[in-house]
Every structure is written in structure tokens, then in C-alpha cells.
């Protein structure tokens, strides 16, 4: 029942979110991606590998602008803009506890590949009590930047892990240089 409540209050969770051809697009993206999947390298080793938005079928991230804007946010503007990208993390591989950027309007992640994986971890606000969102492919959760869930991911696999990610992003709060 607690479980329950927090959860609730941390995110809100997603089932079978993408149309089926949508989702198989992401699928073959994250399994057969080769040149359109780059690594990131800003930790000092390769953590985290993504096909960008450029990589991604425009349908997709239209079809993730349609759900927010049900919801009443604005995905597209003078005032934000969203964004979409694939993230594959490397084997044995652990991302501390964190919160999102504050420019970050809204958060969706959308677990795609494998069948079976490790869930995102969520905490309280003192980073306590881990609560793991069960892995299923095509489900996952989103929040609003003021949830603000502390959260970490890890990859205990022998493949990568692969996600769904798309953000609203405020552009009064990026600051560039």
C-alpha cells in the first residue's frame, strides 16, 4: 500500500504507450542501430550509448508531443521545445542518484529492449526507501519538473539496455557557454 502511494507520487506510470509499429521502429533502432548510434564519452568512458533525434522517425516524437499536450503542457513553442532520443547503457554499468536538470519540463523514458532488464530505481526526497519500476517493454513512466524524482538506473546485464527518452525542454532555464 505505501509502495503503492509513493510510487504514485514520485511518477506516473505507462502501459504499452507506443502504437505497435512505432515501438518495433525503436526495437530494430536499439538492436540493429550500427551508424546512427554514437557513444557518449563526457564521464570519461563510454556509459551510455544514443541515436539521436536526427535518427529518430519525426512520427515518433510528433506522436509523444500529441500525449503532453492531451495532458495540457505545451511540447513546442516560443518557451520550450521537445526533444527525443534512444539510450542504450553499457553492461554492468551503475548511474548515480540523481535528479533531472531543472529545464527539463517533462520527463517520459519507455523501456525497449531487452524482454527482461533492470527498472528504473526510484528514492524519496532524502534518497531513501528504492522503490525499482518493473521493466516491461513499451511501458515506463513520466514526470513533471516538479516531481522531481530522485532516481538511478544500472545495467546488471550482459547486453546493453536500451530506453526511450523524451523531453520538454524550458528554453529560458538552458544556459549555453
Request: proline residues 5%; contains cysteine; aromatic residues 16%.
Amino acid at each position: 500500500m505505501i509502495r503503492q502511494w509513493l510510487m504514485g507520487m514520485l511518477y506516473h506510470k505507462i502501459e504499452s504507450f507506443f502504437p505497435q509499429e512505432l515501438y518495433f521502429e525503436l526495437q530494430n533502432l536499439a538492436i540493429h542501430g550500427n551508424d546512427s548510434v554514437y557513444m557518449d564519452r563526457s564521464a570519461g568512458r563510454a556509459l551510455d550509448s544514443y541515436a539521436g533525434p536526427d535518427n529518430i522517425n519525426p512520427t515518433i516524437n510528433d506522436y509523444c508531443n500529441n500525449y503532453f499536450t492531451d495532458l495540457g503542457y505545451t511540447p513546442n513553442g516560443a518557451e520550450r521545445f521537445s526533444q527525443c532520443r534512444l539510450q542504450g547503457t553499457v553492461p554492468q554499468t551503475e548511474y548515480k542518484v540523481h535528479q533531472d536538470a531543472q529545464f527539463k519540463e517533462v520527463t517520459l523514458l519507455i523501456y525497449i529492449h531487452p524482454i527482461e532488464a533492470d527498472g528504473t530505481i526510484f528514492y524519496d526526497e532524502d534518497k531513501k526507501y528504492p522503490i525499482e519500476d518493473t521493466w516491461k517493454p513499451n511501458s515506463g513512466y513520466w514526470f513533471n519538473r516538479e516531481q522531481a524524482p530522485y532516481h538511478s538506473y544500472r545495467n546488471t546485464l550482459t547486453c546493453q539496455r536500451w530506453v526511450f527518452m523524451y523531453n520538454i525542454l524550458d528554453r529560458s532555464m538552458i544556459t549555453i557557454g
